[in-house]
């Protein structure tokens, strides 16, 4: 039975940008891909605005919560995508790093989160494509 990869995705607060990238992972994924997300400084709640962003394309991220970047997980990702978390992302070898320069939601009303939206959705749907070849 093929092993199952391990992607993580970290940002800064997980309120936005690694929650929306986890949110499409999991959809287009469909458990062919274990997804975490987590922050170096994790916010207190989700971005409202990315939650609704998504929701308008179908994918309900709001049940999530911001969690901390913790060791385990990098240890156990097979791919850690960082979006903005600087040097702050442990780096172990074996692992596949990519950073995706993404702008922070954060503070910016739905049509200034919709274009963000859609670049992680084609960068994950980049990446999932490459998982599966």
């Known amino acids: 039975m093929p092993t199952v990869p391990t992607v993580l995705f970290v940002c800064v607060h997980n309120a936005g940008r690694s929650q929306m990238a986890a949110g499409f992972m999991r959809s287009f994924g469909q458990g062919r891909v274990e997804v975490l997300s987590a922050g170096s400084l994790p916010a207190d ?50 692992k596949r790093y990519l950073d995706w320069e993404l702008e922070d939601p954060a503070g910016r009303p739905l049509d200034e989160v919709r274009p963000i939206r859609d670049q992680i959705r084609t960068l994950v749907e980049g990446l999932l494509a490459e998982l599966e070849s």
Not at 58 to 79: H, M, N, S, T, Y
Request: hydrophobic share 50%.
């Open 45 to 94: 709640a989700l971005n409202p605005v990315a939650v609704e962003a998504m929701a308008e394309i179908g994918i309900d991220i709001a049940a999530e919560a911001p969690k901390a970047l913790a060791d385990v997980d990098v240890r156990a990702a097979d791919v850690v995508i960082t979006m903005g978390c600087g040097d702050t992302c442990p780096v172990y070898p074996g």
